[in-house]
């Protein structure tokens, strides 16, 4: 079933498709991320990003959180990670490329603190130094 918008025009043809970007997916085994952390790094103010190719042809993009215990109790450590899960809904596609795993690290006092502008900021800067240096 298409949606209404998504109806036959006039002349029986379907409309053009809608660029897609690729599809996004959580890191959870532990060697994907073992593997982030041999690769790329740059810091920033609110975060650490680890990236690395994976180079096997596959273009989904995946992205990884963690926040250690330095971060604080149970409740600090999962709203740190709701913020930078919402960070990458906001600002990853842009400059991540296909093919590339993510992490994601928070910074005990600044993750949860710092403005959600800022760590959006963050991210962006991050990306784009971690791929010029490609």
């Not at 993009?61 to 960070?87: E, F, P």
């Not at 809904?89 to 993510?102: F, S, T, V």
Request: glycine share 8%; net charge positive; hydrophobic share 40%.
């Amino acid at each position: 079933m298409t949606p209404p918008e998504a109806s036959l025009d006039t002349r029986g043809t379907t409309p053009p498709a809608v660029l897609s970007c690729p599809p996004v997916t959580v890191l959870r085994h532990r060697p994907d991320f073992l593997r982030a952390a041999r690769a790329l790094r740059r810091g920033t103010d609110g975060m650490l990003v680890q990236a690395r190719d994976r180079n096997d042809g596959d273009p989904t993009i995946r992205v990884g959180y963690t926040c250690s215990k330095k971060i604080g109790n149970a409740v600090a450590r999962n709203r740190a990670k709701r913020r930078l899960r919402a960070v990458v809904a906001e600002a990853l596609l842009p400059g991540a490329q296909p093919g590339w795993d993510y992490v994601l690290i928070g910074r005990p006092g600044v993750t949860i603190d710092r403005p959600f502008a800022d760590l959006t900021g963050d991210l962006a800067y991050a990306l784009r130094k971690l791929h010029a240096a490609t």
